[in-house]
T-cell receptor, first 111, second 114 residues
Framework: GQQVMQIPQYQHVQEGEDFTTYCNSS?????IQWYKQRPGGHPVFLIQ?????EVKKQKRLTFQFGEAKKNSSLHITATQTTDVGTYFC???????????FGKGTKLSVIP | NAGVTQTPKFQVLKTGQSMTLQCAQD?????MSWYRQDPGMGLRLIHY???????DQGEVPNGYNVSRSTTEDFPLRLLSAAPSQTSVYFC?????????????FGDGTRLSIL
């Protein structure tokens, strides 16, 4: 079955440093989604990537889908304390109606 | 619009008790699902529904039942609570079924089983 790995599990950065989380799948993906969960909150949809090699930006956040559609990354430039939280990738699970998530990367930002 | 509403927000149960976690959405979404979130385990799919009257199992369905009698509601039932079911439970919905649909999550129910 499909396996998804998200790395790193934790990341501590100084405010102003960059941050990247990676999501890797054992199978080719039709699409991938990214979510952010603030401490004590619920996951919130950020973006979806569909095309091979696609790059999308949201202010300081850059999302990329790999050429083989098996991996994706989320990069944050010049982190701020408001970026604190856990970032999850979401992708098709065992069935086409199932959305499965990576285990997430927990980002801490030191002011 | 309230979005996805989960009740209760917190609950403590004793082992063997039963309980229903409520989930309602007012966005006329066809697809609804339940996840549990445990430290280091991410979000794991329990059950899902692609429309009223249709439900199916996810990754970790044992110990849980669901039903979908209306489009709006998707309750999750714990028949005989066990300490291993201590977790944060999230309900999510999307306009239609499919992994390409953005999910809208409720605020979660924090459940402790003693």
């Amino acid at each position: 079955g499909q396996q998804v790995m998200q790395i790193p599990q934790y990341q501590h950065v100084q405010e102003g440093e960059d941050f990247t989380t990676y999501c890797n799948s054992s199978t080719t993906l039709s699409n991938i989604q990214w979510y952010k969960q603030r401490p004590g909150g619920h996951p919130v949809f950020l973006i979806q990537l569909v095309k091979s090699g696609e790059v999308k930006k949201q202010k300081r956040l850059t999302f990329q889908f790999g050429e083989a559609k098996k991996n994706s990354s989320l990069h944050i430039t010049a982190t701020q304390t408001t970026d604190v939280g856990t970032y999850f990738c979401g992708l098709e699970g065992a069935g086409s109606y199932q959305l499965t998530f990576g285990k997430g990367t927990k980002l801490s930002v030191i002011p | 619009n309230a979005g996805v509403t989960q009740t209760p927000k917190f609950q403590v149960l004793k082992t063997g008790q039963s309980m229903t976690l409520q989930c309602a959405q007012d966005m006329n979404h066809e697809y609804m699902s339940w996840y549990r979130q445990d430290p280091g385990m991410g979000l794991r799919l329990i059950h899902y529904s692609v429309g009223a009257g249709i439900t199916d199992q996810g990754e970790v369905p044992n110990g849980y039942n669901v039903s979908r009698s209306t489009t709006e509601d998707f309750p999750l039932r714990l028949l005989s609570a066990a300490p291993s079911q201590t977790s944060v439970y999230f309900c999510a919905s999307s306009y239609t079924a499919g992994s390409n649909q953005p999910q809208h999550f409720g605020d979660g129910t924090r459940l402790s089983i003693l």
